[in-house]
């Protein structure tokens, strides 16, 4: 069988790596990508072929529909001609709608249905939609999803990629990078051009411009790793800790290959959006979420279940905690916990092997 893969972030990247690894020992797969943040920095790390295709609008509603528009057209003549038999990805307003187009079987992941634009965009045309248990169904089907097409599992997302059967932490990945073990905190910036951000921050705006000159005031001998989301980001921080990143106490970088090695070994980590924290709380690392609005069901089930993961807005709380997570140890074994949760791509494996009879 011919299988597609549609990255549209730097997340599918990750998450559907695995996936992708699976399928290559007995299909043809081919990846298509999006120009989106880290997504082909990514792609281009792991040395794998795709086709590259589309760009991310940026932060109006106008520049994401003509974005969708040029996007969505050169997308369709590509699968044309490829003709696959089956398509997975992660949110894919246009991978769906030729999904829909072309009667191209799929199934979907999604963590975000707070995302309303991507959601309103691709659940009309899901075969099937793979999502946490712990987001309430309700999020779902008030889009006027069909609960038939909606498969709950016990976990998160990011399971998939760091549960112990695929991920073992490797030293060479942070010496090649001249960082030591417990001596660097990773970071991470706000979204500021999701749909749920655009109204409240800049483009270029961040937290970390009034958190990190705090701590390292405190914390002399601690490297900073600052991975940002946008262009506006990365140009506004590397003028902003430009005397800092002279002194290689903070590092200012659009992307990060290998991530999950990274904050493996890190000290703490502190992130004003999900996944990155989600991630780093399944390894047991410190984490911080500064994410400006509530926390989300994924979080809180990783709260609940005992995972190092705090959610802080206030700055001066943010300070006091990340000061704590330096200064002693605070990592914990979560290997037992993590193979205890349900893997959304063994999930999604065993759906596709249903469905295609293989």
């Not at 990750?14 to 943040?37: G, Q, S, W």
């Not at 009034?210 to 940002?228: R, S, V």
């Not at 921080?237 to 090695?261: P, W």
């Amino acid at each position: 069988m011919i299988i597609w893969l549609d990255f549209c972030e730097p997340k599918s990247v990750t998450m559907l790596r695995p996936l992708y690894e699976k399928l290559a020992n007995i299909h043809d797969v081919f990846i298509t990508a999006r120009d989106f943040d880290s997504t082909h920095f990514l792609l281009d790390k792991w040395g794998i072929d795709y086709i590259p295709v589309g760009k991310y609008g940026g932060g109006t509603l106008k520049l994401k529909l003509l974005a969708y528009s040029e996007r969505l057209l050169k997308l369709t003549k590509i699968i044309i001609k490829k003709e696959p038999d089956f398509l997975f990805c992660i949110t894919s307003p246009e991978a769906l709608r030729i999904s829909f187009g072309l009667q191209i079987p799929n199934i979907m992941f999604n963590d975000e249905p707070r995302s309303y634009g991507p959601c309103s965009t691709t659940f009309p045309y899901v075969n099937q939609i793979i999502v946490p248990k712990t987001i309430p169904l309700e999020w779902y089907l008030n889009y006027g999803l069909k609960e038939e097409k909606i498969i709950r599992f016990n976990g998160i997302d990011e399971v998939g990629w760091l549960n112990p059967n695929d991920f073992k932490p490797n030293l060479k990945y942070i010496e090649a990078l001249d960082l030591k073990k417990d001596k660097y905190v990773v970071c991470r910036t706000e979204p500021t051009k999701a749909g749920y951000l655009i109204k409240k921050m800049k483009p270029y705006e961040t937290q970390l411009t009034e958190i990190l000159p705090e701590l390292l005031n405190q914390t002399d001998e601690t490297k900073f790793l600052i991975l940002t989301r946008n262009e506006e980001q990365f140009k506004f921080l590397k003028q902003f800790f430009n005397t800092y990143i002279k002194k290689d106490q903070i590092r200012v970088q659009r992307g990060l290959s290998n991530l999950a090695h990274v904050m493996y070994f890190a000290k703490a980590v502190i992130s004003g959006g999900g996944t990155m924290v989600r991630e780093s709380a399944l390894l047991g690392v410190p984490s911080i979420e500064f994410f400006p609005l509530e926390t989300y069901p994924q979080e809180q089930f990783l709260i609940d279940n005992g995972f190092p993961l705090q959610h802080i807005k206030e700055t001066k709380q943010i300070l006091s905690t990340a000061t704590e997570f330096i200064m002693k140890d605070f990592k914990i074994d979560t290997k037992e916990k993590v193979s205890a949760l349900e893997n959304p791509i063994e999930i999604a494996l065993r759906e596709f092997n249903k469905r295609t009879k293989v």
